[in-house]
């Protein structure tokens, strides 16, 4: 070799030597980063790539014939890393007899070049273990790679050649060191096969984003709950927000691009303050980062949503704030229920242990006294028996018509329906209500519309709705004087659809105020020295679970001082016998 072509070759081969070794550390750069195995297989082809070069630049300026046989085992490397890598790269297990292999040639190489065998003997198992493998790295392009087939086979032809190039080079350098012509050949070559890796792996990493995108938006799009990421730079607006703030504003995504301050014009006005503290107060704000606000939906539907915020800082500076919208108005609903059922419990109970304590209270005081002897007279002994046993009847009442609410409130109070003709059910009532009204000595009259009610049926369990009568008609007796007249009424309203049982006293009434409260639990009219009149304040409302439980009506009217009308409405069965 001539001495000028010498050194021009020295410096090509310096350059690539140079080329890649750079080659190689960006992919071991890109491994510590991504922790992709194929990378730093990739960086290992080049690294004893560049080795194997380095052997060429000894070999041109001394032309010792072992280091051209040493290079010869850094090219197997580094076709095999390049093996390795595409192994990895379509995530096939590597088989571990590559490694043995080149373990055996290494071994091979180096008893061959102590022996001074012949160069033939020594590179031609090299030359055939290098055909092997670019072989296989094709196979697996051709099998794994899920690309068109003309680019399989282009990048498959690319690797070959390579390959090709590699294996005869082995054999070329049987005959020593001639010419540097081939293997600048296939160092130029060689460039070009790294571009190819490269856009290999840009189509891998523009494969992956585009997964982790389709993943990402399969999951946000889909999500009930709104996600929004919203901006301060260069103005404040909306950067992304999904299709699901629609499910729950009303309003589509696209109001919320055009107008960054929309949230502001939905929320309630309460919330003001806040809103606009997370989107409109800019970077510098004090950001909540969970809050439960009201909003008003676009069909004027009022609803609560919670939020929560997390900042976008970019050096130190907050840049942008990103959430998560939810509608929560359910769980508010419920979580409210839940605490007017718990309070009306606490309520009512305190109401029945109020209650049962008078009662109670009153039968241990006379209990006591009898034991004890504090009355010791016969005639107040009969007397405070008396009192024991009207208390206890009392507290058996309560306790009863307790039970039966309850009952009521759980569906797990029967009752016994019957088919029955209108007139049929006014007998039945008045047949079992009289006794009561009897008893009292009140002035009392009992109407029934019987040619109004013959041949309308109406499905009722007679039993209840006579104990609802008898509770009217009890009431009307206690809370009016003996002279004046209690009046029940059966009969049907003109469109024959109802049957009214209507009771009527002349009594002492109930206050415009204290009208709505009757049917409530526990509920007493105060009477006019301030305490409360006896009873237990059960018995409306019992009325009217069972009213109720017959798809009818209660209702009362009254006037105070000039008594009260309490309306009991049933429905008829539509049917009608035929005359
Ligand atoms: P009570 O067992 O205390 O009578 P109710 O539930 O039957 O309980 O009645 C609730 C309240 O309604 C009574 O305390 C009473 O003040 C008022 N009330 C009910 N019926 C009449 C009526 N006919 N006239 C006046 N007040 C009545």
Same mark, same amino acid.
């Given at each position: 070799m001539q001495k000028g072509a010498c050194v021009f070759t020295t410096y090509i081969i310096g350059t690539f030597i140079i080329l890649s070794i750079t080659v190689s550390a960006l992919f071991f750069h890109i491994y510590r980063k991504e922790k992709d195995e194929f990378i730093m297989y990739w960086g290992l082809t080049w690294a004893f790539y560049s080795i194997s070069l380095a052997c060429l630049l000894t070999a041109t300026d001394t032309e010792i014939h072992q280091f051209m046989e040493i290079k010869k085992i850094f090219d197997l490397y580094s076709i095999q890393s390049l093996l390795f890598g595409v192994y990895k790269f379509y995530r096939v297990k590597i088989p571990g007899f590559w490694m043995r292999f080149s373990i055996y040639l290494t071994v091979w190489l180096c008893i061959a070049i102590y022996l001074k065998l012949d160069a033939l003997s020594a590179a031609l198992p090299i030359f055939i273990f290098d055909l092997l493998m670019i072989g296989t790295v094709c196979y697996v392009i051709m099998r794994y790679w899920d690309q068109k087939k003309n680019e399989k086979v282009f990048y498959c032809i690319a690797f070959s050649l390579w390959g090709a190039m590699k294996a005869f080079l082995v054999i070329y350098e049987t005959s020593g060191f001639q010419s540097p012509n081939p293997y600048i050949g296939e160092m130029l070559y060689a460039g070009v096969l790294n571009v190819c890796i490269f856009i290999i792996y840009l189509r891998y990493i523009k494969q992956e984003l585009d997964k982790t995108e389709q993943r990402f938006k399969i999951i946000v799009e889909n999500a009930i709950d709104a996600i929004f990421y919203y901006t301060f730079? =260069?103005?404040?607006?909306?950067q992304y927000i999904t299709p699901s703030i629609e499910e729950i504003?009303?309003?589509?995504p696209q109001v919320f691009y055009n107008n960054p301050k929309a949230m502001l014009e939905i929320v309630d006005k309460d919330y003001f303050q806040l809103i606009n503290s997370v989107f409109?107060?800019? =970077?510098?704000a004090a950001f909540p980062t969970s809050e439960v606000f009201k909003i008003e939906r676009k069909d004027g539907a009022s609803i609560w949503v919670s939020m929560n915020v997390s900042v976008i800082r970019e050096d130190e500076k907050i840049v942008a704030v990103e959430g998560i919208i939810r509608d929560i108005t359910q769980m508010k609903e419920a979580q409210d229920d839940l605490t007017t059922s718990k309070r009306s419990r606490d309520l009512m109970l305190s109401y029945i242990s109020h209650e049962l304590k008078t009662p109670i209270t009153s039968i241990l005081g006379y209990a006591t006294a009898l034991k004890d002897g504090t009355i010791g007279e016969e005639e107040e002994k009969q007397k405070a028996v008396e009192i024991i046993s009207q208390k206890s009847l009392i507290l058996e009442r309560m306790i009863l018509d307790l039970f039966q609410l309850s009952q009521l409130e759980t569906n797990q109070y029967s009752f016994t329906y019957k088919h029955m003709d209108c007139l049929e059910l006014a007998e039945y009532i008045r047949e079992h209500t009289t006794p009561e009204l009897k008893e009292s000595e009140v002035a009392h009259k009992f109407i029934i519309e019987g040619e109004k009610l013959e041949g309308h049926n109406i499905i009722v369990d007679p039993v209840r709705i006579s104990q609802v009568i008898t509770n009217l008609i009890v009431n009307a007796i206690k809370y009016t004087r003996k002279k004046n007249q209690i009046t029940v009424k059966c009969v049907a309203d003109d469109k024959k659809k109802n049957i009214i049982i209507s009771v009527a006293d002349k009594g002492i009434g109930i206050a415009e105020e204290d009208l709505p409260h009757i049917?409530?639990?526990?509920f007493k009219v105060k009477d006019p020295s301030g305490g409360k009149t006896p009873g237990s304040g059960l018995g409306l409302p019992l009325s009217k679970e069972i009213v109720e439980a017959h798809k009818g009506t209660i209702e009362a009217k009254s006037k105070y001082g000039r008594g009260s009308v309490f309306i009991v409405t049933l429905p008829i069965y539509e049917e009608t016998y035929d005359e």
């Open positions: 730079r =260069p103005t404040p607006t909306f504003t009303g309003y589509s409109y107060s800019g =970077p510098d049917f409530e639990r526990f």
